[in-house]
């Protein structure tokens, strides 16, 4: 029984037909593969999109409510349960220096907010 086991398989690696068969079959499974794997791809980078458009709209929504912030700060004066000059602190745009006394003074700066790419 295992003898003509051993022979059939000897005969069909000698045999190009089954040969070429195994080729094809993989061949096929591969390209299947390929296809699934191509798709999900596709939908990574609209998904990527996606992402980087509400992003952008929540950068936006932010940057107006930071400023409209600012601009309540501003004109409630005194009144204002945060300063202006706390805000600015709290969002970095007011940087430190020392002075050659050794004082430190705020000074408005314009800095923008960091860009992170990823």
């Not at 601009?71 to 050659?100: M, R």
């Amino acid at each position: 029984m295992a003898n003509k086991i051993a022979m059939f398989l000897s005969e069909a690696m000698n045999n190009n037909a089954v040969i070429n068969t195994c080729l094809g079959v993989s061949f096929v499974v591969l390209g299947l593969r390929s296809d699934k794997q191509q798709k999900y791809v596709e939908a990574l980078a609209e998904q990527k999109e996606s992402l980087f458009k509400s992003n952008k709209a929540m950068k936006l929504t932010m940057w107006e409510w930071k400023q409209q912030l600012f601009a309540e700060a501003a004109s409630a004066g005194n009144a204002a349960v945060v300063p202006l000059s706390t805000l600015k602190a709290i969002y970095g745009e007011v940087t430190t220096t020392t002075n050659q006394s050794g004082d430190t003074a705020k000074e408005d700066s314009k800095v923008s907010t960091p860009k992170i790419m990823i």
